[in-house]
């Protein structure tokens, strides 16, 4: 078998200035290679590869593709905060409807759910997360109380975002239409590919991929009421987010003024087209509703 060896530090810095990097502050490189994998720091000179894929174009910098790469971080961790918040209302809304209409243990049924359902592998997923969790004390509760038999409200904060994804995708026709419309006023069409693009998003920055320049998969179904173009960049996921975020007035006051504040501390550095952002991407995170309605980008 044939593989690439090792390199040092130092033989890094001489590989991406053979390419075509300036490196202004070699110490400030050598440190941050210490602390940061190269192979996962070159993913993030890919917008300024020559056509040759081997070099850079002419004025590329170390410091500028570190200061993206910092950006890019500091977006996933203000990005999960706001998948959380949306995550952990489905869960509440889902777990309460279902529980009122088929009971504690609807869930374990087999009839509650569309023809798509594997409810064998689906069981299979519960009870491999609750022997994983039977230590956490509110499953331990359940398994010397209640013989292992969790209610859905409970058992429903075992699942991961994609389970959740699974479980409202899996449910009778019905069902997805009134939790769609209760929770977002939206179809469940529109809903079940949100759930979909929020898990792919979720999973990336929960295991710190990178969103900069990058495609990110599925396209978020658009509302028949929105005249928009949605895509497969960032902004299109994020318009999407601020959609589906529970607190209209939290949204604008708390994550939208995080979000500014962080492109004023990394505007010199980055490229809104590398992210698919507008030029008046500030007007349609504020008042996305309105602005979805009216115009198209």
């Known amino acids: 078998m044939i593989t690439k060896p090792p390199t040092t530090h130092e033989r890094q810095i001489e590989i991406m200035k053979s390419r075509g990097c300036v490196i202004d502050d070699e110490e400030l490189c050598r440190n941050v290679l210490a602390r940061v994998n190269y192979y996962?720091?070159?993913?993030?000179?890919?917008?300024?590869?020559?056509?040759?894929?081997?070099?850079?174009?002419?004025?590329?910098?170390?410091?500028?593709?570190?200061?993206?790469?910092?950006?890019?971080?500091?977006l996933r961790i203000l990005l999960l905060s706001v998948t959380e918040e949306i995550e952990t209302y489905i869960r509440a809304k889902t777990a309460y409807y279902h529980a009122h209409k088929y009971g504690p243990l609807g869930y374990e049924n087999s009839s509650n759910y569309n023809m798509r359902h594997d409810h064998s592998t689906f069981t299979d997923r519960i009870h491999g997360e609750i022997s994983r969790n039977k230590d956490v004390l509110f499953v331990k509760h359940h398994?010397?109380?209640?013989?292992?038999?969790?209610?859905?409200?409970?058992?429903?904060?075992?699942?991961?975002?994609?389970?959740?994804?699974?479980?409202?995708?899996?449910?009778?026709?019905?069902?997805?239409?009134?939790?769609?419309?209760?929770?977002?006023?939206?179809?469940?069409?529109?809903?079940?590919?949100?759930?979909?693009?929020?898990?792919?998003?979720?999973?990336?920055?929960?295991?710190?991929?990178?969103?900069?320049?990058?495609?990110?998969?599925?396209?978020?179904?658009?509302?028949?009421?929105?005249?928009?173009?949605?895509?497969?960049?960032?902004?299109?996921?994020?318009?999407?987010?601020?959609?589906?975020?529970?607190?209209?007035?939290?949204?604008?006051?708390?994550?939208?003024?995080?979000?500014?504040?962080?492109?004023?501390?990394?505007?010199?550095?980055?490229?809104?087209?590398?992210?698919g952002f507008p030029s008046n991407w500030f007007e349609y995170l504020f008042d996305g509703f309105d602005k979805l309605s009216k115009a198209s980008l």
């Open 40 to 74: 996962r720091l070159t993913a993030y000179f890919l917008p300024y590869r020559n056509t040759d894929r081997e070099t850079y174009r002419s004025g590329t910098n170390f410091t500028q593709v570190y200061q993206i790469y910092e950006f890019d971080r500091e």
């Open 143 to 275: 398994i010397d109380n209640y013989s292992g038999k969790l209610p859905i409200w409970v058992a429903i904060e075992l699942f991961s975002f994609g389970m959740l994804s699974i479980f409202f995708s899996d449910l009778l026709p019905a069902d997805q239409k009134i939790l769609a419309k209760d929770m977002f006023g939206l179809d469940d069409r529109v809903i079940r590919s949100w759930l979909h693009c929020c898990t792919n998003l979720r999973n990336i920055c929960a295991h710190y991929g990178r969103l900069y320049f990058r495609d990110l998969g599925a396209i978020p179904a658009l509302p028949k009421k929105f005249r928009f173009s949605f895509d497969r960049k960032l902004f299109s996921t994020i318009m999407m987010l601020n959609l589906m975020y529970p607190d209209r007035e939290k949204w604008r006051t708390s994550f939208v003024n995080a979000f500014v504040a962080l492109f004023e501390r990394y505007q010199e550095y980055i490229d809104l087209n590398h992210i």
